[in-house]
């Protein structure tokens, strides 16, 4: 019987999302809505507490947290401090290049995953 010579298609690794920032509503209701705008994301919620112990063993692609911990920039891409010391501001690092928002908004963040992600990866329809 003859082998194939075709490959297999690479499976599609989906963007890994870790969110640890307070309060815990707006952790919920984001994750929710990335959940459902973005369905081919793996999102993970957790307590702030433990952040640092899912940068290591989540291995996240994006983290929002409220306070960006060492493991977090040394590890994490892409990352959003998002209202720090329950301020109105927030800080984006993307490969290094650091935004600040007075007011960041929920499609700023589905900006940032978008470009995450990569060209035709943010899972948005066509």
């Known amino acids: 019987m003859p082998r194939s010579t075709e490959r297999e298609p690479a499976r599609e690794v989906s963007l890994r999302v870790l969110l640890a920032n307070e309060p815990r509503s707006y952790r919920e209701g ?29 291995v996240p692609d994006v983290a929002i947290c409220s306070r960006a911990t060492g493991a977090v920039r040394d590890r994490v891409p892409v990352w959003v401090e998002l209202y720090p010391e329950y301020t109105a501001h927030a800080v984006a690092s993307e ?28 899972g948005s329809p066509v």
């Open 30 to 58: 984001i994750a929710a809505v990335f959940r459902q705008m973005r369905p081919g994301l793996q999102v993970k919620v957790v307590e702030p507490e433990a952040l640092e112990s899912n940068v290591a063993c989540f």
């Open 95 to 122: 490969g290094g290049r650091r935004t600040e928002f007075a007011e960041i908004q929920l499609l700023d963040l589905i900006s940032i995953l978008d470009r995450a992600a990569g060209p035709g990866q943010d």
